[in-house]
């Protein structure tokens, strides 16, 4: 019988202990149904999840808060619509629990009142991608707002058409003095020409393993990582609605049930309404790149990650990784 202690040399042993007893319990919140932009692809707006009633009393966002806490949830990760629109509901979760805030980067979270909150700023590639997807260059202005902050990263939603010219910004990333992790765009609008052929994710997969060469101390990530949300499989798997473990728990009726994220839930800014899954119920399941979903997919499924040691060292690089872009451990 395989044992993770007889798979392991000391070094890595060391490496598992350190996560093994995080037990990360996220749930995922849309603070708002505002949004300072309009980005084509944005699941949130595509989706129609943003019609439903806005809660704005911020009292019963802090009982809410308190009874997420309650459940057992110890990560909360605030999306939107634009979270930083309502400082004070993102106020009320980082005085209660760990939290993550998804920002586009355009407001400059007051870090007095907010000194360890990690951030992530998307960015959807260089700046003439973003002018399209998203109407304007916000990495001009996200950058000036949090260089050098250390509980900040930039989330990089490479779409196909930065296939091969990933490095000039990551580049510029590194002279903002920040972090950065990759993920790919799942083009939910079908926006002409952002659409990902097989031959593309080859290409993207050697060159995001390259960044990762050439700037560790920038790029927050991991090659087999890289291998699971490029080809969609994992241990001889494919990611799809069977197989994804961020789906709401009340809405999980799949039969049988995958291994999935323990009492996940994606919660509507009116606090009562529930959505399906960490990304949006219009999305096709097997066309998802989400990058939150797949490591989600990887780290629930430790037990087949014990068939050698390469496969479990692949298992804890992932994890750290997680841990790390939600500040359980340190960079």
């Given at each position: 019988?395989?044992?993770?202690?007889?798979?392991?040399?000391?070094?890595?042993?060391?490496?598992?202990?350190?996560?093994?007893?995080?037990?990360?319990?996220?749930?995922?919140?849309?603070?708002?149904?505002r949004?300072n932009?309009r980005?084509?692809g944005?699941?949130?707006?595509?989706?129609?999840?943003h019609q439903?009633?806005?809660?704005?009393?911020?009292?019963?966002?802090?009982d809410?808060?308190?009874?997420?806490?309650?459940r057992?949830?110890?990560l909360?990760?605030?999306?939107g619509?634009e979270?930083s629109?309502?400082?004070?509901?993102?106020?009320?979760f980082?005085?209660?629990?760990?939290t993550?805030c998804?920002?586009?980067?355009?407001?400059?979270?007051?870090?007095?009142k907010?000194?360890?909150?990690?951030?992530?700023?998307?960015?959807?590639?260089?700046?003439?991608?973003?002018k399209?997807?998203?109407?304007r260059d916000?990495?001009?202005?996200?950058?000036?707002?949090?260089?050098?902050d250390?509980?900040t990263y930039?989330?990089?939603?490479?779409?196909?058409?930065?296939?091969g010219?990933?490095?000039?910004?990551i580049?510029?990333i590194?002279?903002?003095?920040?972090k950065?992790?990759?993920?790919?765009?799942?083009?939910?609008?079908?926006?002409?020409?952002?659409?990902?052929?097989?031959?593309?994710?080859?290409?993207?997969?050697?060159e995001?393993?390259?960044?990762l060469?050439?700037?560790?101390r920038?790029?927050?990530?991991?090659?087999y990582?890289?291998?699971?949300?490029?080809?969609?499989?994992m241990m001889?798997r494919?990611?799809?609605?069977?197989e994804?473990?961020?789906?709401?728990?009340?809405?999980?009726n799949?039969k049988?049930?995958?291994?999935?994220?323990?009492?996940?839930?994606?919660?509507?800014?009116?606090?009562?309404?529930?959505?399906?899954c960490c990304?949006?119920?219009?999305?096709d399941?097997?066309?998802?790149?989400?990058?939150?979903a797949?490591?989600?997919?990887?780290?629930?499924n430790?037990?087949?990650?014990?068939?050698?040691?390469?496969?479990?060292?692949?298992?804890?690089?992932?994890?750290?990784?997680?841990?790390?872009l939600?500040?359980?451990?340190?960079?």
């Open positions: 019988m395989k044992t993770i202690s007889s798979l392991l040399d000391k070094e890595w042993y060391d490496r598992y202990k350190r996560i093994a007893t995080l037990n990360i319990r996220s749930s995922i919140y849309d603070v708002t149904n949004c932009l980005c084509k944005c699941f949130f707006f595509s989706s129609g999840e439903v009633e806005e809660e704005m009393d911020v009292k019963k966002w802090e809410f808060i308190d009874r997420e806490k309650g057992g949830v110890n909360a990760i605030l999306i619509g979270p629109l309502c400082m004070d509901r993102v106020e009320a980082y005085k209660r629990l760990p993550y998804a920002t586009n980067g355009l407001i400059k979270i007051d870090r007095k907010l000194p360890d909150l990690m951030v992530g700023i998307s960015l959807w590639g260089g700046g003439e991608d973003e399209i997807l998203r109407g916000t990495f001009a202005i996200s950058s000036k707002n949090y260089a050098g250390p509980y930039y989330l990089y939603t490479i779409t196909p058409r930065q296939v010219k990933i490095e000039p910004v580049k510029q590194v002279d903002a003095g920040l950065v992790h990759l993920q790919l765009l799942s083009n939910d609008e079908s926006v002409d020409g952002f659409s990902w052929q097989t031959s593309e994710l080859k290409d993207l997969r050697h995001m393993d390259e960044m060469d050439k700037y560790p920038t790029v927050i990530s991991s090659k990582y890289h291998e699971v949300i490029t080809t969609g499989m001889g494919r990611f799809g609605w069977n994804c473990p961020s789906v709401t728990e009340s809405m999980d799949r049988p049930q995958p291994r999935r994220l323990i009492h996940f839930f994606r919660w509507a800014a009116d606090l009562k309404t529930v959505h399906r990304t949006s119920a219009t999305r399941c097997s066309t998802c790149k989400d990058g939150a797949h490591m989600s997919w990887i780290m629930v430790k037990r087949e990650h014990m068939k050698s040691t390469e496969d479990l060292k692949n298992w804890i690089e992932v994890y750290e990784m997680f841990a790390k939600y500040r359980f451990i340190p960079w």
